[in-house]
């Protein structure tokens, strides 16, 4: 009798604790969680699966939050020795197009920038805001 409570018991515990992982992995935080209502434009990755993979993201978003910004920018995808690269527009632009080669986007698009995140190849991020603020 007292083996059929311990087996219980010990039933009892692992279900508890798949239900505590399974709770704490649906409920992470994410892009979704932002208030700013970010929308990807448009979206670039290279196709190499050997070497670096380089992501950049084109986003719109209508809240200038920068915090919230940097915050989008460090949930999109990242490998590592890959880098990934989020530029923030503010206005909502169609039949956007994203090249592997900097600016990465048409000169015409530049004004509409406000901010740029990048994670390098070593894991090191930088939040730039624009048009350029020397007070920063």
Known sequence: MKS?????????????????IIYQSLSQPGVKDLEG??????????????GP???IF????????WEEMRTYGEYMPHTKYGNTKVYFFDQP????????NSPHFKEIYQE????SY???????????????????
Not at 7 to 19: E, H
Not at 37 to 50: I, P
Not at 93 to 100: C, E, G, H, K, W
Not at 112 to 115: F, H, K, N, Q, R
């Open 4 to 20: 059929k409570n311990i087996i219980y018991l010990l039933t009892f515990i692992v279900g508890a604790l798949i239900l505590i």
């Open 93 to 100: 632009i169609d039949d956007f197009d994203l090249s592997p």
């Open 37 to 50: 209502n970010y929308k990807e434009l448009a979206v670039y990755r290279n196709e190499n699966n050997t």
């Open 118 to 136: 990048e994670k390098t190849a070593m894991g090191q991020t930088s939040f730039k805001k624009y048009p350029f603020d020397e007070s920063h």
């Open 112 to 115: 509409s920038c406000i901010g």
């Open 58 to 65: 084109a986003v719109f978003t209508e809240s200038k939050n």
């Open 53 to 55: 993979v380089i992501r």
